[in-house]
């Protein structure tokens, strides 16, 4: 029989003395390692945490806390969702003073992000193998398991001729515009974990970072379009996403890129259709984001989407009929920017996980002095 005031034992192991309590199934445990090994309940929680941190973040821009500061002010997350009256929210109400301690702990150290699933992008596959050995570090109790790779989106079986589109003659500076439309995809889509359930938020974040979704502003080059869209992640309050700038960057690179000669279906005679079919693919997944973001508006806000759907549609017929080479091009131009910023982050004594082509990218929340 156990003695007054002695803990039940461990309900994975059996040890004796289990001090810990799950806060979603209240199964008491005997350590981490227990904790970890019982089931998925402390992935779970620890993602929906992170999560409805991100939907209570949105809002209007310049009053958007970032992300860091609101995980480490939960008082303040409480009385958002207080505010906001939303049912099924107070599940930080219902812990415990030591488990709020914990879970504080967690994210003042960085361990949620072990925690959680390691993510990747769809067209990270095209580097699988050749980059894992090299740059994959995994600590000693970190599972086994492999990341979890997005699928691919669908390339539309039809695109309209960019004669159908009624508009002036086309500018020069045209082309700059797809590095910040991609931008707004990447960092919308990997800010997010790549979780399409989250609209209109995901999408709304692509349009309040590429201007070229929401109005005619014209573009000089390609870095000065990728400079544009960073700037408007910060201005518009957004935290740094998991990949970094220069990891975002370094994404619609390999987006202007394509798959390149790791896929098995590439030849050189047709290198061009493949550069198009990223870029394609990416354009035609921000539309359905789009698309099913804005059901759910109306006036302005619905027009936006609305227009910004168009954009795509727009970018996704110019880029079909692009002249050969202009993908590599702007891929190539991308990819100065991705250097210029890895030496402006090394001469400030700081070291990003960049990439998640290079690295599992488990860094979710920016650690902050």
Known sequence: METPGSDPPCGLCGAAGAPYT??????????????????????????????????????????????????????????????????????????????????????????????????????????????????????????????????????????????????????PLLRFQLPNVLFGYVFAWSLHGGDESLVPELPGAAIDVAAALR???????????????????????????????????????????????DSDNYTPNNAANYNNNYVIAALAHLEQLLSRGRRNLDGNERQTFVNAQRKCRFLMSWSQEAPMGTMVELARETREVVNELISANEAMGQQEIFSANEGRGRRLIEELD
């Open 22 to 171: 799950c806060p979603r199934c209240n199964r008491r445990l005997c350590s981490l390692r227990c904790y970890r090994a019982h089931g998925g309940c402390s992935e779970a929680f620890y993602r929906e945490q992170v999560l409805q941190t991100l939907r209570s973040d949105r809002g209007p821009p310049p009053a958007l806390p970032g992300l860091g500061a609101a995980l480490r002010q939960p008082r303040q997350l409480r009385e958002a969702e207080a505010s906001a009256g939303r049912a099924g929210r107070g599940v930080w109400g219902s812990l415990s003073a030591v488990e709020r301690a914990a879970f504080q702990r967690l994210i003042r150290t960085g361990e949620v992000a072990k925690l959680i699933p390691a993510w990747r992008p769809w067209w990270w596959r095209r580097n699988k193998g050749k980059n894992e050995d090299k740059y994959e570090h995994k600590d000693e109790d970190e599972d086994e398991d492999e990341p979890q790779i997005a699928p691919p989106p669908t390339i539309p079986s039809s695109i309209p001729a960019l004669s159908s589109f009624p508009a002036p003659p086309l500018s």
């Open 215 to 261: 109005t005619r502003r014209a573009f000089g080059s390609t870095a000065q379009a990728l400079r544009a869209a960073r700037d408007d992640a910060k201005g518009a309050g957004y935290p740094t996403g998991p990949l970094g700038d220069a990891g975002t960057v370094l994404a619609v690179a390999e987006l202007l890129e394509g798959p390149g000669d």
